[in-house]
């Protein structure tokens, strides 16, 4: 995934096995939350990029450790370590990608929303450090709730006058990584070759994975459906449980944020046809955010691409997840607009 094919004039496929930093602009990747159980691995796999340049590790606490270990890998980005709100502007200045893991984990039992009020206040303080350190990098998400976290950085940047609505970024990649594994086990097909988007939200039944337009198709019968829905849905629970009070999806979580990474760079270097699902400021639906398959360019968001035909069984999953995400966004917006 971070290498780069380029056309020759002959019209082959070349593989660019150095980092011929003279074609591949400078770009700077901020990790917000870097020393987590996402931000170390998310470190370590956007240093593995030869796309990023600079590498820039904040945490509140241990990122000198996590930046001096990931910095000795012989790759082509400078890595520096930024500890503590002092050291903040400095990690963001002249930010390409902000990426955000900063926050606290689910325990088993609780659910997205209850990690609401911790979670929101440190969004809200990164993204007023974002607006003016950096104002014009591409915001990534991770911190959840997603679907508050994300309008609460908008309204954040709405105050600050810096919104646009093409840079900002709910990473509901994690939906779509899992998705694809969960139908290749079922439909007995190569998980490389699948492809399913995923819509909605980011959090139990505002996940709807749209199996019908799944490829390569299978002939899947309604009950199987039905459960790789609900699998894709509780696959955050499902890692909770099994990690039994250690924490959530960290790991896969810093495969998805880097591939999502990855592909905001593309978009930024100017690569056609990059397309992500991601949870982001939507007229697809009545709701103003709404997460579905997003073209990616210079600028941020190129296109927010429709939700394509649905099932009847999609349609319903549609129509039920509305109340809870428009309820979640309208929590995140009351909260960035209260405190
Ligand atoms: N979007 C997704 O699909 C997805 C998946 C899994 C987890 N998450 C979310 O990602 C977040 C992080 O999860 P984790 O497992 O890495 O948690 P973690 O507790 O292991 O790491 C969080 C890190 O954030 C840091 N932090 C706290 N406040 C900060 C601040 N103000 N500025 C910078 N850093 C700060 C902590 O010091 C810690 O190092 C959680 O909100 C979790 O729910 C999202």
């Excluded at 931000?39 to 990023?52: H, I, S």
């Amino acid at each position: 995934m971070f290498r780069s094919v380029a056309r020759s004039a002959a019209g082959k496929h070349l593989l660019r096995r150095g980092y011929a930093t003279d074609s591949v602009p400078d770009r700077k990747v901020a990790v917000l939350g870097a020393a987590g159980g996402i931000g170390q691995p998310l470190a370590l796999l956007m240093k593995l990029n030869p796309l990023v340049s600079q590498l820039a590790l904040y945490d509140i606490a241990n990122t000198p450790g996590v930046a001096a270990d990931v910095s000795h890998i012989n790759t082509r980005s400078e890595v520096a370590g930024y500890v503590g709100e002092e050291q903040l502007g400095q990690a963001l200045e002249g930010s390409d990608v902000v990426i955000i893991p900063a926050g606290v984990p689910r325990k088993p039992g609780m659910t997205r929303d209850d990690l609401f009020n911790i979670n929101a206040g440190i969004v809200k303080g990164l993204c007023a450090a974002i607006a003016k350190y950096c104002p014009n990098a591409l915001v990534n998400m991770i911190s959840n709730p997603v679907n508050s976290t994300v309008p609460i950085a908008a309204e954040v940047f709405k105050k600050a006058g810096t919104y646009d609505e093409r840079k900002l970024f709910g990473v509901t990649t994690l939906d779509v990584v899992r998705a694809k594994t969960f139908y290749a086990g079922k439909a007995k097909v190569p998980v490389a070759d699948v492809n399913v988007p995923v819509v909605g939200g980011h959090a139990g039944i505002t996940i709807l994975p749209l199996f019908s337009q799944a490829t390569p198709k299978a002939n899947l019968s309604e009950e199987e459906i039905t459960a790789l829905t609900k699998r894709t849905q509780d696959g955050g629970t499902e890692v909770v449980e099994a990690k039994a009070g250690k924490g959530s999806a960290t790991l896969s979580m810093a495969y998805a944020g880097a591939i999502f990474a990855d592909a905001c760079l593309k978009g930024l270097n100017g690569v056609p046809d990059v397309v992500e699902c991601s949870f982001v400021q939507s007229t697809v639906t009545e709701l103003p955010f709404f997460a579905s398959k997003v073209k990616l360019g210079k600028n941020g968001v190129e296109e927010v691409l429709g939700l394509g035909p649905l099932s009847d069984y999609e349609k319903q999953g549609l129509e039920s997840l509305k109340p809870e995400l428009k309820a979640s966004i309208e929590k995140g917006i009351k909260f960035a607009n209260q405190s």
